[in-house]
């Protein structure tokens, strides 16, 4: 990687954000009243101010930072229904008329986003491709046939291949037709600028810490100010209220990483993702008069890798191995959230609550998964029922996920014990931690987290997490304190990047807490 030194020793940023212009709501400065309060300003939230406000309702889209820096600006952008080998799955696992619920909800979420951009003239990269899902394993090659037939059986204009059209020996390979590739930010920019105007606002760094519920609910936030609506809806990353929906031992955070290069080689078209670990996905990207070519993958769960610059070298050596690479412009990475049974959680918060909605856990494929929610809960709030609510209901109970909330609580529960116990990697001398360096110190039987900033300045912070009290780990690319138990990561000098935490660290080192830390 010796010509790409600099992409990889500075702080990545997603290609994405550096190529499109920065947002300057203002914050939430005095009590409102609207019809209805999204929290939370990614694809979820922002498309479905702009559906509520087009059927004539006042919406109040508040942000905890800046819209569109989350999830939505770190993705790969695929607008595709093909999400992986799932269709096999969703029919035995949930019968072929919720499989068709979920293949149709989504379909109808990529259809929305290309009549947005189409009746809006947006000029966002849209490209249609067809999309891939490869194996280069024996284990692998039945599940693709598998596949393909689930697929067809749905309606699904799904091939088989033995090859694809790629530099890469594949085993089978499923080909869907018609799919879509964007630039997310522009796409959802153009959306946001519809929104504030006659009753309907987007408020950024205004952080929601809390819901009281009532025929009028009121979303409380951290600089004490109120949203008052008859309806809420919780379209952040993780849900910042659990209302006893118990969603923190109803999924995970998964890191994945992605960098984007100048090839060698031609591209010739398409999107890609394989169906066994580690994972590789592709697309090409339109950047001035030259494509580029976004390598994504090497997913693992949220805290549970102090090492994560070598994702970056693995997709680095991929993208030489298969392309050429001349030049690597970008890197970046984003965490996701899984749901028990890989469907996401869509609709009323619990059955109890009627009038405060969720929208979480899009696993990989947010585009048309955010997308559909938008349209879902846009119906429910204004028809009463959305056609495709039924396989995404949060209280849903399926056979499939007893299994997995065992195994992601037994690991939550793994995680906190080995945080507690474990002695390991702690050094007792904080002059040993080299600039641009983190370690967990002990000091009088207390573990701090220690970094030593370029200028030599030393950050120590209780790793305790502010969620649920998880010890943190050390995330070397990103400068940050990641959680392993729900995702919460937090910056070196405490600061929260992402919830379900909001409180910040205590922090106990000579560093400013004030100062903006440079989280990579
Ligand atoms: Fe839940 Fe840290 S995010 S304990």
Known sequence: MENNKNVFESKPVSYWIDSTKNTYYEPLDSDINVDVAVVGGGMAGI?????????????????????INGASGHTTAKITYQHNLIYDKLIRDFGKEKALQYFKANKYGAGLIE????????????LKEPAYVYTQSDNYADKVEDEVKAAKELGIDAKYCKDIPIPIDVKAAVKFENQAQFHPRKYLLALAEKIPGDGSFIFENTRAVDIKEGDVCEVITQNGKKV?????????HFPFFDGKGFYFARMYAEKSYAIAVEAEHEFNGGMYINAETPVRSLRSQKCGDEDILIVGGENHKTGQDKHTNTHY???????????????????WSTQDYVTLDDIPYIGHLTSKFKNIYVAT???????????ASAAIIADMITNGKSEYEDVFNPSRYTPSSTGRLFTVNMSVAKDYIKGKME?????????????????????????YGAYRDIDGKLYEVDITCTHMGCELSWNEAEKTWDCPCHGSRFKYNGEVVEGPAFIPLK???EGDNNKDANVF
């Open 423 to 447: 002695p390991a990697d702690i050094v007792n001398n904080e002059s040993k931690i080299k600039k641009g360096e983190a370690e967990i110190v002990e000091k009088n039987g207390k573990k």
């Open 507 to 509: 922090n106990y080192g």
């Open 361 to 371: 856990g899009f696993k990989k494929w947010g585009m048309t998964n955010s997308t």
């Open 115 to 126: 009549k947005f951009i189409k009746e809006m003239n947006i000029e966002c990269d849209y």
């Open 313 to 331: 070298e693995n997709l680095f050596n991929f993208a030489k191995k298969t392309f050429g690479v001349k030049n690597v412009l970008y890197r």
């Open 47 to 67: 498309t479905l101010s702009y559906l509520l406000k087009k059927r004539g309702l006042k919406v109040a889209l508040i942000e905890a930072e800046r819209i």
């Open 228 to 236: 008052l609506a008859s309806n809420v809806v919780i379209d952040t």
